[in-house]
């Protein structure tokens, strides 16, 4: 996976809740930590994703993929990358990465998104507060990352 923008780290502990009987995180929580990851993302940006909504610009997944390589556990230490990856007409790319603490790949994914209004309808990238945001995540100008304690 290629970055266009800046990769940025967020660390967390898998929780009790997130598991299943035998202390393994659970695939569909993944996806949710993708989406935090992807929300403290542009929330570094400086762009919430309250914001966006404001400015009437939604993005909704229109695509999801994991390739999950190895289990994480109950109250492991985690470390989640996210990335874009890519922009094309009405839509952009997030990629994420979830790394073991000493590294290791735990599991590799995307979330593709198109650019809608409050209706549905596609917006394409010359809409003002689109342009704004791929202005910020290409120009590496990003708030200093708020790595939240792990818990």
Known sequence: MDTIGTLRSYTFRVRYAETDQMGIAHHSNYFVWFEAGRSDYCRDLGLPY??????GVFMPVVEVH??????????????LEVFPT????A????SYRLLHADGKLAAEGWTKHAFADARGRLIRHDNDFIVRLKDLMLSDQMTPAAQ???K
């Open 148 to 150: 939240p304690a792990a």
């Open 91 to 94: 839509t952009m790319t997030f």
């Open 50 to 55: 309250g914001e966006w909504e404001k400015n």
């Open 86 to 89: 890519e922009w094309r007409g």
């Open 66 to 79: 994991c390739r999950y390589k190895s289990s994480l556990l109950y109250d492991e230490l985690v470390t």
